[in-house]
């Protein structure tokens, strides 16, 4: 199993969720988040006087797949969240020792 961290822009996330949807995954994690990359903010005018903003607003989508799906998952969330502009982000993945659902006690894939 592996979490799939990916940082994205958030008029993006509709097209990643159903990307993702139609891959099979069932459930995601999304976190309003904020952060910058290499274009280090940008400036913005608001009536009239401008202003630096060092830190933009993403979106963080986690999803937890099998190994079997991990590799056409990032390829999915990297088509769904491109823009061709910078920023649009970039998708970590992490190997998953564990997991458990809660309400039924499974373990491993069967609780994703």
Known sequence: MH????IIQP???DAV????????VEGMTVTEVK????????TEIYRGAEYQT???????VEI???TALKDKAVDVITEAAKTGRIGDGKVFVTPLN????IRTGETGPDAL
């Open 35 to 42: 952060g910058f990359g290499r274009q280090r903010g940008h």
């Open 54 to 60: 060092t830190y933009l607003s993403k979106l963080k």
């Open 64 to 66: 937890a797949v099998e």
């Open 17 to 24: 969720r159903e990307a993702l949807g139609e891959l099979g």
């Open 98 to 101: 564990a997991a458990a659902r």
């Open 3 to 6: 979490l799939i961290t990916a």
């Open 11 to 13: 008029h993006r996330l």
